[in-house]
């Protein structure tokens, strides 16, 4: 079983959908959860990050985690076409320069 | 101004050279990383230096040798290039807190074609 598992997609959704995204993990020691958003041709970006379990929200964007079932999410409200990108997940232990682990990532386009 | 560069941004190389990579962050980060991202996208650490020190070292072949001479750059280089090291390869930056390097700034990538 992968570290982290991440459905690839692509996932093509009408402009205003919500969108969810998910990744599932193995590792119970992972502690920080992070999303990044990788544009075409470019270098990910930090999006939001959330430690333990719990919810956070950020404009239009809500990470959630669920440490239980080893579960993460990333909610899109009124999705745009400026989102359309690769959402990379991302998790790392609290532990002195544990290495992060990203999920394959899912490709995400927004039809206007 | 840009928090993290990479050159070059394409490099086209035959089998069995010679290549580098560099890397700057004006950021003041203590922390810096060298990334591969193959064909599916999958993102995998190669190396980590805090500080001009080796932190992480993952497993990779020793073509691959990365050199910090200061703790704002990281350069790789890569011996006797193989077909399998084509990729997109990003250099990051992140300032540790406790450790933990959770917000990590990411270079615009060298893509790496070998024939």
């Known amino acids: 079983q992968k570290e982290v598992e991440q459905d690839p997609g692509p996932l093509s959704v009408p402009e205003g959908a919500i969108v969810s995204l998910n990744c599932t993990y193995s590792?119970?020691?992972?502690?920080?959860f992070m999303w990044y958003r990788q544009y075409s041709r470019k270098g990910p970006e930090l999006l939001m990050y959330?430690?333990?379990?719990g919810n956070k929200e950020d404009g239009r964007f809500t990470a959630q985690v669920d440490k239980s079932s080893k579960y993460i999410s990333l909610f899109i409200r009124d999705s745009q076409p400026s989102d359309s990108a690769t959402y990379l997940c991302a998790m790392e232990g609290d532990g002195s320069y544990d290495k992060v682990i990203f999920g394959p990532g899912t490709s995400l386009s927004v039809i206007p | 101004d840009t928090a993290v560069s990479q050159t070059p941004k394409y490099l086209v190389t035959q089998m069995g050279n010679d290549k580098s990579i560099k890397c700057e962050q004006n950021?003041?980060?203590?922390?810096m990383y060298w990334y591969k991202q193959d064909s599916k996208k999958f993102l995998k650490i190669m190396f980590s230096y805090n500080n001009k020190e080796l932190i992480i070292n993952e497993t990779v072949p020793n073509r691959f040798s990365p050199k910090s001479p200061d703790k704002a750059h990281l350069n790789l280089h890569i011996n006797s290039l193989e077909l399998g090291d084509s990729a997109v390869y990003f250099c990051?930056?992140?300032?540790?807190?406790?450790?933990?390097?959770?917000?990590?700034?990411f270079g615009p990538g060298t893509r790496l074609t070998v024939t």
């Open positions: 950021l003041g980060h203590d922390t």
């Open positions: 590792n119970s020691a992972f502690q920080y």
């Open positions: 990051a930056s992140s300032q540790e807190g406790g450790g933990v390097s959770y917000e990590q700034y």
């Open positions: 959330t430690y333990s379990s």
